[in-house]
């Protein structure tokens, strides 16, 4: 098969409707390598940088509820940090680069899942109004920053 390993995506791919933050970024623990009184964190096999997760609300709403939350890994040399809240918001929305999945069969149902990683979070681009979309026309199929 000449798929190996995890498979690049899209942030809008994994969470169309967007996602908010709703859990602090921890650096993620090697259950394998740790031991008693000695705790070693996870390192990426392939790049070596160290293995962050921060737990993100998806905002699909056909989502069911149970499945909703999901955990994000983050591949950094030091803790990422969450953007800045936006007032009247009740959670920090978020936007991840970098992202890949990697399917597992998951040990407690015994189903498809995924392992949803990035590079980094970032505060999520904002859609242009229509005074800058109409001012902007001209680098249409560009990549713009907004």
């Known amino acids: ?8 995506v899209h942030f809008g791919q994994v969470f169309p ?3 908010f933050v709703v859990g602090e970024v921890e650096q993620v623990k090697d259950f394998d390598a740790s031991s008693k009184g000695r705790t ?3 390192k990426d096999k392939n790049t070596g940088e160290l293995v962050w997760q921060v737990a993100v609300m998806d905002a ?8 909703k939350t999901v955990s994000v890994k983050i ?7 969450v953007p800045a809240a936006l007032p009247g918001l009740p959670f920090v929305p978020v936007e991840f680069d970098g992202m890949t999945a990697t399917a597992y069969i ?7 899942a995924w392992s949803i990683r990035a ?26 920053a907004a």
């Open 40 to 42: 070693v964190y996870a």
């Open 1 to 8: 098969m000449a798929i190996q390993g995890p498979i690049p």
């Open 106 to 112: 998951n040990q407690n149902t015994g189903r498809l």
């Open 119 to 144: 590079t980094s979070m970032r505060p999520p681009r904002t859609a242009a109004s229509p005074a800058k979309a109409s001012a902007s026309a001209s680098t249409a199929g560009k990549d713009v």
């Open 60 to 67: 699909d709403p056909t989502v069911k509820a149970g499945q």
């Open 75 to 81: 591949l950094s040399p030091v803790q990422p940090t």
């Open 17 to 19: 409707h967007g996602c």
